[in-house]
C-alpha cells in the first residue's frame, strides 16, 4: 500500500503510518537512522509506515518519547487496537474513559476492568487457538485491555457497581495459578471504596434478569448509555425506554445478588478451594 496515495482518515493505522513518517522526516532522519534510536529494525519501521504491520504498545510509547510527542502515538495505537475489536466496542470504550458511574453485569468471564494479564492473555489466546483472531490482534487486545484499565488508577475514579455470575468464578480459565491470581485481584478490588462487587448465584436460576452481559454508564453531564454484545458485534445503546427496562432490571439484580460481604467470601472459598 502506499501511504501518499491513501485517504488519512481510511483508517487508525493509516494515521499513524502517516505521522511517524512525518515525524520521522521533519528531523531529517531515514527509516535506519529511526529503527535505530528506537531500538527497532528498519525494516519493522517500514512495515509500519507502509502499513504493512500494525503498531505496538511498545513502539507507540517509544516513539512519543523520542519524538516530545505527549501521548499522539499512544493514543493513535489505541485507535489501531480499537479497530480490531468487535464492532461498536471502540464506541463504548470512549465512553468508559469518561464515565462516573458503571454499572455491569457479566455472565461468563471475569468482566474485563478486572482481569489481570494472565486471565486476559489465557482468553485472548484460545481466541488464537480458535483462529477467531491473529496473534498479532491478540496481543493488541491484552495491551488495549492495558490500557482501560487504567480507569482503576485515576486520582478520582468512578463509582463501579459489578455484578458478576456465580459462573464466572467456577469457570477455570488459564489453569489454578491463573485463577489463584485473578482471585487474589478480586479480593483487592473488592475491598476499594469505589467499587462494589456482587455476586449473582445459581440460585437465581430463571430469575436472573439478563442473558447477556450489559453496562450502564453515567457520564459526567449525567447522560446514561448502554453497552450489550452479542456473539457478532457489541452495541451502544441510547434509547431511553431501553434503558430505563435495564435500570430496572439492573437494580432488580443488584437485590436478588449476594450482598457485597456474602459475594467477597465465595470468592475467598473459590480461592481456598483451589489450594485444597
Not at 496473534?135 to 468512578?158: H, M, N, T, V
Not at 445459581?202 to 436472573?208: A, K, T
Request: glycine share 6%; hydrophobic share 40%; proline share 5%.
Amino acid at each position: 500500500m502506499n501511504v501518499k496515495e491513501t485517504d488519512a482518515a481510511s483508517s487508525p493505522q493509516v494515521r499513524f503510518a502517516l505521522e511517524l513518517r512525518r515525524s520521522r522526516r521533519a528531523r531529517g532522519w531515514s527509516q535506519v537512522e529511526l529503527g535505530r534510536r528506537m531500538g527497532y529494525s528498519n525494516a519493522l519501521v517500514s512495515y509500519i509506515e507502509r502499513v504493512k504491520r500494525p503498531p505496538s504498545r511498545k513502539f507507540a510509547v517509544k516513539a512519543d518519547e523520542l519524538f516530545e510527542t505527549g501521548g499522539t502515538f499512544v493514543e493513535l495505537w489505541r485507535r489501531c487496537a480499537a479497530a480490531a475489536l468487535l464492532e461498536g466496542f471502540p464506541e463504548f470504550a470512549d465512553a468508559e474513559a469518561r464515565c462516573i458511574r458503571l454499572r455491569e453485569f457479566e455472565l461468563t468471564v471475569v468482566p474485563g476492568l478486572f482481569q489481570v494479564p494472565s486471565y486476559a492473555a489465557a482468553l485472548a489466546s484460545a481466541a488464537v487457538e480458535r483462529g477467531a483472531i491473529t496473534q498479532d490482534e491478540a496481543d493488541e487486545r491484552i495491551g488495549y485491555l492495558a490500557a482501560r484499565q487504567r480507569l482503576l488508577e485515576q486520582k478520582s475514579p468512578p463509582i463501579i457497581q459489578t455484578v458478576m455470575d456465580q459462573s464466572c468464578l467456577v469457570r477455570p480459565v488459564g489453569g489454578p495459578s491463573v485463577m489463584l491470581e485473578q482471585f487474589h485481584h478480586l479480593e483487592e478490588l473488592a475491598t476499594r471504596p469505589n467499587i462494589t462487587l456482587q455476586v449473582a448465584p445459581f440460585e437465581l436460576g430463571e430469575h436472573l434478569p439478563f442473558t447477556m452481559p450489559v453496562v450502564l454508564l453515567t457520564l459526567p453531564n449525567r447522560q446514561l448509555v448502554g453497552y450489550a454484545e452479542s456473539q457478532a458485534r457489541g452495541h451502544l445503546e441510547r434509547a431511553r425506554d431501553t434503558l430505563a427496562a435495564w435500570e430496572r432490571a439492573y437494580d432488580h439484580l443488584q437485590v436478588e445478588a449476594l450482598s457485597k460481604t456474602a459475594s467477597l467470601a465465595l470468592i475467598r472459598k473459590a480461592r481456598k478451594d483451589l489450594l485444597s
